[in-house]
């Protein structure tokens, strides 16, 4: 059995980063991630393969360079897992947050 959707996302550096910023700020803007989270390079081809994975929703607006970004369903299941997972790293069940 591979993992290679899982790799995809934990080898990339701000991947979960990313994902739990726009968990935490609906209707946040490409340039966002960016400003709060990461200024790497590869930043663009992160938030690609996460469309491309069903985890985000990519919206272009009637503002010119003016993308927002938002989970999708399935990209609040995978953070509410990655929370959930990290109850239990921290000894605490998944409701004890």
């Known amino acids: 059995m591979g993992f290679e959707n899982i790799d995809r996302i934990f080898s990339s550096a701000n ?3 990313i994902l739990f910023y726009i ?3 609906p209707m946040c803007k490409k340039s966002d991630i960016y400003q709060y989270v990461t200024r790497n390079a590869h930043t663009a081809d992160r938030i690609g393969r996460m ?4 985890l985000i929703d990519i919206e272009t607006t009637s503002r010119p360079n003016t993308v927002i970004l938002s989970l999708t369903k399935k990209g609040m299941q995978f953070t509410n897992h990655l929370l959930a997972a990290e109850s239990v ?5 998944p409701d004890d947050r």
């Open 15 to 17: 991947t979960v980063e």
């Open 23 to 25: 968990a935490n700020t």
């Open 51 to 54: 469309a491309d994975m069903g």
């Open 89 to 93: 790293l921290r000894g605490r069940g």
